[in-house]
């Protein structure tokens, strides 16, 4: 039978998790996750939370995160303009004058950090950032790409995420106004947030982690990043990738746990036990069960438990050494 090992949480000393997707969907709190955060709080796990939202100072995402009643303050929010900060202040002396494209949520942090804020070319800035507000137009892009066109100074961005999650369905994101402004100087920016580990690195050094698990919803952005940062990660399914992102996989893009919300993180993890003879491979986890011969996967054993099926397939599917593309993939370990 699959073993029945630790729960993810166990020996955890910081949640890393991410917001849209992990805590809340839209304007809701995603049901169980107030309770898992208060629980692992209650372990004396500290809770932290990193986002690629460049529109919302730390402060209003702790008070967003309040109101469904969960204690936050603005220090325990690691945003993207923090960590796009963090990296200008490596770039540029102190107190420099830097072009701005984005909202409060960067020119806050430009400011604590001592840095002055402009909107145009024409003080002749340091540098250029770059982060999502809704309000950013074409005169904002035009004025970064005046700045950073054949004068060889830094351009960083918050983050590159190509949509964002909205109530009324996805719209552009980030990376889309960025490659605007690539696309108008035939530069690239150097990138603070999710999946660049300069945000995990302001979230471990603020945190003191040792052992952090970082939480989220994007294998692109949090597994990524967290792998990049050599840190732990699980993936819960209450967002935006599912079962066929989970089962094609690329190696920097796998988690360490697949959950199926944030109250599994103090369940019992079970892992796959993986048995090979000279036909081809076998995976079980709990009752599920699957085999590979050849470029042909078999469920066996579906088991109550569709997650284990699920668990099941991508340990299969990651140990082969095979691309997705290259084997027969049953409908029901993604269905």
């Not at 770059?130 to 351009?155: D, K």
């Not at 106004?177 to 995990?200: D, Q, Y």
């Amino acid at each position: 039978m699959t073993r029945a090992v630790t729960a993810p949480i166990d020996g955890v000393d910081v949640l890393l998790c991410d917001l849209d997707g992990v805590v809340y969907r839209g304007e809701h709190a995603i049901p169980g996750a107030v309770d898992a955060i208060r629980a692992a709080s209650g372990t004396g796990v500290r809770v932290g939370y990193i986002t690629n939202n460049a529109a919302r100072t730390a402060a209003a995402v702790a008070e967003h995160l309040r109101g469904f009643g969960l204690d936050v303050a603005a220090e325990d929010v690691v945003t993207s303009p923090q960590a796009a900060v963090a990296l200008l202040a490596e770039l540029v002396p102190a107190g420099s004058t830097i072009l701005v494209v984005g909202g409060e949520g960067l020119t806050s942090e430009l400011e604590l950090a001592g840095f002055r804020v402009t909107r145009s070319a024409e003080d002749e800035p340091a540098a250029v950032i770059q982060g999502f507000h809704p309000t950013v137009g074409w005169a904002h892009l035009a004025e970064a790409s005046f700045a950073l066109r054949g004068t060889g100074i830094p351009w960083v961005a918050t983050n590159q995420d190509w949509t964002i999650p909205l109530h009324r369905g996805v719209a552009p994101g980030n990376g889309t106004l960025v490659s605007a402004v690539h696309t108008a100087t035939g530069l690239l920016p150097r990138v603070a947030g999710k999946p660049e580990r300069a945000i995990f690195d302001t979230a471990v050094a603020r945190f003191r982690a040792r052992r952090p698990l970082v939480i989220g919803d994007r294998l692109d952005t949090d597994v990524v990043g967290a792998n990049r940062a050599g840190l732990a990660s699980a993936l819960v399914l209450t967002g935006i990738d599912g079962p066929k992102q989970l089962l094609a996989a690329k190696p920097e893009e796998r988690p360490r746990f697949i959950l199926r919300d944030l109250a599994e993180l103090a369940e019992p993890y079970p892992e796959p036990d993986v048995a090979r003879d000279e036909r081809g491979t076998t995976v079980r986890v709990r009752e599920a069960v699957v085999r590979l011969e050849g470029p042909r996967i078999a469920v066996l054993a579906e088991g109550p438990d569709r997650l284990d099926l699920l668990r099941a397939g991508c340990a299969l599917i990651w140990g082969s050494a095979v691309a997705i593309y290259g084997l027969d993939v049953p409908e029901a370990l993604y269905a």
